[in-house]
């Protein structure tokens, strides 16, 4: 197999360094799903520029490992030298029993000890040193390798109006204060910060968050960033408490701190806990933010109808332009952010549009290119996009035909449809989490012997991360342990993928409520946008399903008409 110069640059680094791997993780220091391209180390090493991933490099084998959310578009984007390791259990290390394979025991690896946590490292350090190998952390190898490297992000910081948080940030932070007692909390999530702070910055893609720390100690918080404000903001801060300081005198902030300090330890950066001794803490404001509060959902509310507004012209512009000239995947891209942006007060899209014609459907993160777009023929199309509003967040999927749909396309989104309404009409008792029922979204394809790889749904933050915890319908530990509670959003998004032929995801989101019975919850759902009928095989639905697509229906068309 051939090899890429950016590969043997790695190998030589290797060499250089007495190395005999390097782990080249996805994240950034702050253990973010999307990263700024300064951290995007993974993608220009190997090409693959999925959310989630790991590469290893060894002097003769590279891989990347990926779920099957991935499996089709590493194979299509991986440079020469490199090869796909297929993970078969979701959220499993199986990168390192590769290692373990591969690596003749005494071998050394590498890994940037600002990209792996505290947690993760005492963990594959065990893993290594069972089989006679030792972990190192190491200064950041692409500081040498990436001549061409994107600079730190620095965007400007804006403040969130009072009447879009809906809580002041004086007392959030004293609502955290109250969890914490005497101990001082380092808070690394940018999302977190930037939700305790009522601040939004641009720093990372579709992410309106910025690079920071954030020390919250029983009598003041010190912010460590680098990102220019206006003065009324730290005019804010001051009076909130918040002492300012550059972004990289977090190690001096950490080891001045006279409160016992406390940090999540899966989301602490091995070379920060080296600073000091930290209590590990999972921290306490995921969950504060994951619910929302009224005003937040008010104004989501709108948010709502603004993307019903923009998704309704962006369909009919589809089905108007197909007739008179040929489209393709980009020209649906643009002009859904084009309708999103007319309905004002919008920042941007929530994440890179999936617009997936036929096949490229089937690839679950597909995203298309001014360079890679298929022209728009018969088939299905599924586009799955989002915005960022002052209002909120949205995140969105229908699948539609162009042209008549086989009897096969009809089945299989009619069985995604059913798993949708079932977890949709879910009622559920006080303490359930999302692991428990998301089976009634699988179930209707199981029936079939069909199933999908990815979750059912994840929480959405707001104006924040269109993925947000620790709430979902997943497989993962917090998706087994955090209860669903009311004013936590959450998607419902089944699908169903056929290799070289298309894909299908429904998905809407709902906010968790009180239901008619007492201690018992359920979903009211958000998203506003008629679901396709024409794809429903009306003989598999039963006629309480039927019922509930028709009144969704009629309920977004009577907004559409309200407006």
Known sequence: MQTNNRLRSCRAWLQDNGYQALIVPTND?????????????????????????????SADAAIVSVDSRYFLQAERQLHPGFAVLRQQVAQAPEHLDWLIEHLPAGSTIAIDGRLCSASSLEKINARCTAHDLALQTCADPFADLWPDRPPLPNA?????????????????????????????????????????????????????????????????????????????IRDALAASGVALRPYADIEAVVTAQKAPLCADLEQLPANLAATADFTHLRSPVALQKAIKNPT??????????????????FYRWLHTERDQRQLTEWDCVEQLDACRAAQGNYLGPSFAAIVGHASHGAIVHYHPTVEESAALADGLLLIDSGGQYLEGTTDITRTIALGRPTAEQKLHYTLVLQGLIAL????????????????????????????????????????????????????????KTT???????????????VSDSHGIRSENMVVVVEAEHEGYLRFATLTIHPIATDLVDEELMDESESQWLADYNARCAETLMGD
């Open 296 to 313: 937040e959902i008010a104004n989501l509310k709108k948010a709502m109808a603004k993307d019903a507004r923009a998704l309704d012209a």
């Open 424 to 479: 949709s009409r879910a009622r559920f008792p006080t303490g359930t989490t999302g692991n428990q029922i998301e089976v009634l979204a699988r179930h209707p394809l199981w029936q079939r012997g069909l199933n999908y790889g990815h979750g059912t749904g994840h929480g959405v933050g707001y104006l924040l991360n269109v993925h947000e915890g620790p709430q979902s319908f997943g497989r993962g530990a917090t998706a």
């Open 483 to 497: 209860p669903l509670q009311p004013g936590m959003l959450i998607t419902i998004e089944p699908g169903y993928y």
């Open 29 to 57: 220091p702050h253990f973010s799903e999307y990263v700024a391209d300064h951290w995007r180390c993974r993608a220009w090493l190997s090409g693959f520029d999925g959310s989630a991933g790991t590469a290893i490099v």
């Open 156 to 232: 400007d910081l804006f403040a969130l109006d009072l009447a879009y948080a809906g809580v002041d940030r004086g007392d959030k932070l004293q609502a955290l204060r109250a969890v914490l007692a005497d101990a001082a909390l380092l808070v690394t999530a940018l999302d977190e910060i930037a939700w305790l702070l009522n601040l939004r910055g641009a720093d990372v893609p579709y992410n309106p968050v910025f690079h920071a720390w954030l020390i919250v100690a029983p009598d003041k918080a010190i912010l460590c960033c680098d990102n220019p404000m206006p003065s009324s």
